[in-house]
């Protein structure tokens, strides 16, 4: 069962339409990779289908419209965006962050106990719990735009170029935690500039190109097609 279903997205800034009519589906328990080159509208389509940008278009998330649905209402049914940039809130400490996260949320005991969960998942953030999130590293803050997301509950996970200006070490330990979020049967819409990491961990892949799904397959079928080797890993 589909998650989400996108039909004919259409985006446009001004007279530039970013997005000309996208179709995306993501099942329950899915991770779903979407590739293209930069300007292509990636994060265009993640920012719309998080209600942050007007759109138009079919868009029905756990079987219902999003239409007129405001981005607090998406983020308290569990469609959730870590933004390109990681977003964090640079002057409050980073359980102040991951706490900001629940903030829909009056469950405690709970949130309480989901904090600690998440500082397993994340142990280098457990050791700077009391830092300024604004004082961290690129990769540890990507932890914290990850884990403060986490703590909102997501039933979907929309994850913008999570690997963006990090070094290969962190890269991986990023990837690992994208696996682990997965494996609890989270399902997560996965933007990413390395396209042959994503493809690697996806199920399924779209290719976005000038605001147009060129290309939609399984995720090993994309990692071998020529197209996608000759325009987005090197080959």
Do not use: W
């Not at 803050?141 to 039933?155: D, I």
């Amino acid at each position: 069962m589909n998650l989400l279903e996108v039909r004919n997205l259409k985006v446009s800034y001004g007279g530039i339409q970013a997005l000309k009519g996208v179709d995306i589906d993501v099942a329950q328990g899915e991770l779903v990779a979407l590739i293209g080159s930069n300007g292509a509208g990636k994060t265009t389509a993640l920012k719309a289908l998080a209600g942050l940008l007007p759109s138009s278009g079919k868009v029905h998330y756990a079987e219902r419209s999003l239409h007129h649905c405001a981005t607090h209402q998406r983020v308290r049914d569990g469609l959730v965006l870590v933004p390109e940039g990681r977003g964090v809130f640079a002057r409050m400490s980073v359980e102040e962050n991951l706490q900001m996260g629940a903030y829909c949320r009056d469950d405690k005991a709970a949130i309480a106990q989901e904090l600690a969960q998440l500082y397993t998942l994340f142990p280098r953030l457990a050791e700077r719990r009391a830092q300024l999130a604004g004082t961290l590293s690129g990769g540890k803050q990507q932890m914290v735009a990850m884990g403060r997301a986490m703590m909102s509950r997501p039933k979907l996970l929309m994850l913008d170029e999570p690997s963006m200006g990090l070094a290969p070490l962190m890269v991986d330990k990023i990837f690992e935690t994208i696996r682990a979020i997965a494996a609890q049967g989270i399902s997560i819409l996965l933007v990413e500039q390395n396209a042959r990491l994503a493809l690697e961990i996806a199920s399924r892949g779209y290719v976005l190109e000038n605001g147009l799904i060129t290309l939609s397959d399984s995720a090993a079928k994309l990692l071998g097609s020529d197209a996608v080797q000759r325009a987005y890993l090197g080959v």
